[in-house]
């Protein structure tokens, strides 16, 4: 089963430095019916002006990844980390008992980026931030693990939750299957170009909602680029 989500349909939050678009109900925009899928709760897709970024705020059982798709964003949180994550490469953030953090585009030119909260498997715990480049040449025509909880993923970023992100870059024409299991939930964003999953056409910053059982196939309609989250 694919759930196709686009782009044009969801969410929306718009003020003078941020342009943000929600695929499941955030702060003050409410979809009963996408109040996340199964462990995913969270999937922005955020335009940010430069010089602009959230100030410090707390979260806290939470699994945060940010995937940036333009410029760069720069960290500082309560535990003393500090760190600029720049287009292509991720974040992420176990917010365990709680942290206190900020996000700022100090770059001069807006960034764009996916965030995408994960539940964990156990509440609490000690709080973490990683960052790591991921070259594009790397995943091209591949998928590449990106911040993982599952066994096998070690070179991946960590994060407590029995879940993998993976991103893909893909020429013209090219395809990839995925493996799924019964059980599992998959969901995808295209970040960039248009692709077919299973037959379904999706555009840039188009979604798709994804029972696990059967292997999903995916082919590039031109050059893209997507990130897919495979979780419980």
């Known amino acids: 089963m694919i759930e196709k989500r686009p782009f044009a349909g969801l969410g929306r939050f718009q003020n003078d430095w941020l342009n ?9 925009w409410h979809d009963p019916a996408r109040m996340g899928w199964g462990a995913l709760r969270v999937w922005n897709d955020d335009e940010i002006a430069p010089g602009q970024g959230f100030p410090p705020h707390g979260h806290a059982d939470m699994e945060i990844i940010t995937y940036v798709r333009t410029g760069a964003i720069s960290h500082r949180d309560s535990l003393g980390n500090e760190g600029r994550t720049a287009a292509g490469d991720v974040q992420v953030m176990s917010a365990g008992a709680g942290v206190q ?29 990683g960052t ?14 990106l911040a993982s909880g599952m066994a096998g993923d070690e070179d991946a970023l960590r994060i407590r939750t029995d879940s993998r992100v993976l991103g893909a870059n893909l020429e013209v024409g090219r395809e990839l299957v995925y493996p799924t299991s019964a059980g599992r939930h ?44 495979d979780y419980k």
């Open 132 to 145: 790591r480049p991921f070259p594009k040449q790397d995943r091209a025509n591949a998928f590449t693990v």
């Open 186 to 229: 998959l969901y995808v964003v295209v970040a960039a170009g248009d692709v077919e999953i299973n037959g379904v056409a999706l555009a840039a910053r188009d979604g798709a909602a994804i029972q696990g059982g059967d292997p999903i196939n995916i082919r590039a309609i031109n050059t893209a680029e997507l990130v897919l989250v």
């Open 20 to 28: 943000a678009h929600y695929h499941f109900s955030f702060s003050g």
């Open 101 to 129: 953090h900020a996000e700022f585009n100090l770059e001069p030119e807006t960034t764009t980026l996916f965030q995408i909260w994960i539940l964990p498997d156990t509440a609490g715990g000690p709080p973490s931030w």
